[in-house]
Structure formats: structure tokens, C-alpha cells
Nanobody, 126 residues
């Protein structure tokens, strides 16, 4: 499975950015990689869960720190997810990583996720 993320950049506090991630590869369907989402890692900090979605059911989950501000959506036909980030705060500054796994429970733990994208930098200025 290959994950291609894009959409990071610079935004002012209170602004918005939209990330996208497209998954591809033969094993995507073979192993039913249904769950996609995002983690982030700020300098000097551990990688943390941000949001996840089940492409088949549409069920979503969010970290408390982003609830009400970020929205994850997906298209199962395109194996693509998007993360709409609104009301951005300086503390949202991090490298955002797209993730994919067959088990929804794994999407909360960076050490359990099967596949990672290359990371895209989000910088929020105050």
C-alpha cells in the first residue's frame, strides 16, 4: 500500500487548510485496508492520533484537541481521505501523516498502524 499525502502549508491562526491522502496498491483490497486517517507530530513530541474514518461505514473518530474544528471525510471508490482543518491554532503546527490499517482500533496508536504516508508540514502562525 502506498499513501500519497498533500495539502500542507502555512496558515494564520483562525485560518483553514485541507489535507488529502490517496491510497493505492494491490494489497489495499486484498487485506481490506478500510481505515484511513491522520496522525501528527510536532517538534520534540510523539506522534499523536488526529482523526480516522472507516471508508466502508463512514464512521469517524477525532482526538479531543481537534473535535469541532477538523473534519475527516473519505471516498471509498477513490481510496482517498481529506482532512478539513478550520479554526487553526499555533499548537496545530506539526507534520501530518496519513495512515492506513485494516483494523479501526489500530488507528489510535502509531505503533500499530500498518502503513504511513510521507508526511506533510502544517505551520500555523499566531
Amino acid at each position: 500500500v502506498q499513501l500519497q499525502a498533500s495539502g500542507g502549508g502555512l496558515a494564520q491562526a483562525g485560518g483553514s487548510l485541507r489535507l488529502s491522502c490517496a491510497a493505492s496498491g494491490r494489497t489495499l483490497r486484498i487485506y481490506n485496508m478500510d481505515n484511513m486517517g491522520w496522525f501528527r507530530q510536532a517538534p520534540g513530541k510523539e506522534r499523536e492520533f488526529v482523526a480516522a474514518i472507516s471508508l466502508s461505514s463512514g464512521n469517524t473518530n477525532y482526538a479531543d484537541s481537534v473535535k469541532g474544528r477538523f473534519t475527516i471525510s473519505g471516498d471509498s471508490a477513490k481510496n482517498t481521505v481529506w482532512l478539513q482543518m478550520n479554526s487553526l491554532k499555533p499548537e496545530d503546527t506539526a507534520v501530518y501523516y496519513c495512515a492506513c490499517d485494516r483494523y479501526s482500533g489500530h488507528m489510535y496508536y502509531s505503533n500499530l498502524v500498518d502503513y504511513w504516508g510521507q508526511g506533510t508540514l502544517v505551520t500555523v502562525s499566531s
